[in-house]
């Protein structure tokens, strides 16, 4: 079976810390969770979403399945969501969502950490729970941060991608030059360099140059960005122009502006891939097979099972805010095959490259590595 946000259970998560539990930060949420709220009542859990639209393929897709999920597992569950066209609407939707009596608040994204911040402290009973980010919400202990070391899964998608270039060039771009963003594309160009110190290979990588320090808060490599996760032509065209370089394989960690890669891709026809970010969108069938034909591979993230275990904690009652960490060892992100183009030995490698980042053997910063 794929792995990735297809996952959309939390049995991924749950597997690796024992029988049926999955922990963020000081909460541990019971996996087999059903309907134990009761039918009778009704609970309100609320996604605000980023700019990309609820039908981005990527993190707003994926914490929006993360409700439709927990409200699978408990009836009682009502989802409904609110999209952002633009920043100026994140504090009036939280808002929405607050007359309306939401239990809980999915915010969905970095940018929306002052929003999500002002509103916690204006109201300390409110729950809230924030994709990508950990807000300065002093005055309110009800606010779960979810977080995920992507540069792990980034690094295995790099590996994955140097090793099966064949023009030994591939290329990555961001959306929003943030450090959600810039972390992924910092451990796709360490997996890269990783490859070529282990192989004496010159794998080249346009778009991105690594900082000498790449944190959750503090990432500010230098690269492209198209500035939005939206723009789809921009995305098309930066990718189009990573092809016409020599990349083959085209990194866009850029939500909904992907899809403009996607297309690149199949413009510039065979032998041309994109992998994919976020949510593991072709083992979801969320893209189609035609895209998917040019879809390699994806680095994901743990969003969907981290929403709904915080979604089904706050109907139970069993809500603590705080931190969940995602990372390779809970499968909080990872990296997918999508297409055959790994052979067996190249799964192994990376396997065993993913085990030895876990047990802290293997750095996952880029200034581990010579520059080739």
């Known amino acids: 079976m794929k792995r990735g946000e297809k996952m959309g259970t939390l049995r991924r998560l749950g597997s690796v810390l024992g029988a049926g539990a999955l922990v963020l930060g000081t909460l541990t949420v019971t996996v087999a969770a059903t309907a134990t709220a009761g039918a009778a009542s009704n609970f309100k859990a609320c996604v605000v979403t980023d700019t990309g639209g609820i039908n981005d393929k990527s993190f707003n897709a994926s914490a929006y399945q993360g409700l439709l999920n927990a409200a699978k597992a408990d009836p009682s569950i009502k989802p409904s969501y609110l999209s952002s066209t633009s920043s100026s609407d994140y504090a009036p939707n939280i808002s929405t969502f607050e007359k309306k009596g939401c239990g809980i608040i999915i915010t969905v994204g970095f940018l929306m950490d002052a929003a999500t911040a002002a509103a916690a402290n204006a109201d300390p009973s409110q729950k809230f729970a924030i994709v990508d980010d950990a807000p300065a919400a002093k005055k309110s202990h009800e606010v779960l941060a979810l977080q995920y070391n992507t540069n792990q899964g980034a690094f295995l998608g790099g590996y994955f991608a140097a090793a099966t ?165 809970n499968n909080g992100t990872g990296f997918a095959y999508d297409t055959t183009n790994a052979s067996a030995a190249l799964k192994a490698k990376i396997t065993s490259i993913a085990k030895g980042i876990e047990a802290g053997t293997i750095s996952v910063n880029p200034n581990s590595y010579p520059v080739g």
Not at 251 to 257: H, R, Y
Not at 286 to 293: E, I, M, S, V, Y
């Open 165 to 329: 270039s064949k023009s030994k060039i591939v290329a990555t771009y961001g959306g929003a030059d943030i450090p959600p963003v810039t972390i992924y594309m910092d451990g796709f160009v360490a997996g890269v360099r990783y490859y070529d110190k282990l192989n004496h290979a010159t794998v080249k990588v346009l778009g991105y140059t690594p900082p000498k320090v790449c944190t959750l808060t503090n990432c500010a490599g230098k690269g492209t960005f198209v500035g939005n996760f939206t723009d789809q032509t921009a995305g098309k065209t930066i990718a189009a122009g990573d092809f016409s370089n020599g990349a083959d394989i085209v990194f866009p960690v850029a939500g909904s502006v992907g899809l403009g890669s996607i297309a690149a891709a199949q413009q510039a026809g065979t032998g041309h891939f994109v992998v994919w970010v976020d949510s593991d969108s072709c083992a979801t069938k969320a893209l189609d097979a035609a895209q998917c034909k040019y879809i390699d591979g994806t680095v994901y993230k743990g969003v969907t099972p981290s929403v709904e275990a915080a979604v089904l904690s706050a109907a139970k009652g069993t809500f603590t805010g705080g931190t969940y960490l995602g990372n390779l060892k």
